[in-house]
Nanobody, 119 residues
Framework: VQLQASGGGLVQPGGSLKLSCAASGSIFSIGVMRWYRQAPGEQRELVATITSTSGTDYADSVKGRFTISRDNVKNTVYLEMNSLKPEDTAVYYC??????????????WGQGTLVTVSS
């Protein structure tokens, strides 16, 4: 099982980006999916969570600006980020609780995608 994150880049303050995280491999089912971020010199921070039934939760710092969603057919989770601020600059990682076809359950991480908010 692998997670592949994409969609990062350079954006001006107030702009938008949409991150994607695609799961592939011998997947039986996907449970909770999360987006984390880690700014330089900071600890990794949980940004958004989505359950298998699309219940969502957000860090206070991104509420009203970020939206997490998932496509269970494509095994993909998204993070739509609007009204971006310089303090949103970080490497964004996806994480998921995935049951493989072997029925083992693991916590998997994507490789990270860099988001830079700067004028």
């Amino acid at each position: 099982v692998q997670l592949q994150a994409s969609g990062g880049g350079l954006v001006q303050p107030g702009g938008s980006l949409k991150l994607s995280c695609a799961a592939s491999g011998s997947i039986f089912s996907i449970g909770v999916m999360r987006w984390y971020r880690q700014a330089p010199g900071e600890q990794r921070e949980l940004v958004a969570t989505i359950t298998s039934t699309s219940g969502t939760d957000y860090a206070d710092s991104v509420k009203g600006r970020f939206t997490i969603s998932r496509d269970n057919v494509k095994n993909t989770v998204y993070l739509e980020m609007n009204s971006l601020k310089p303090e949103d600059t970080a490497v964004y990682y996806c994480n998921g609780d995935i049951k493989a076809t072997s029925r083992t359950i693991g916590s998997y991480w994507g490789q990270g995608t860099l988001v830079t908010v700067s004028s």
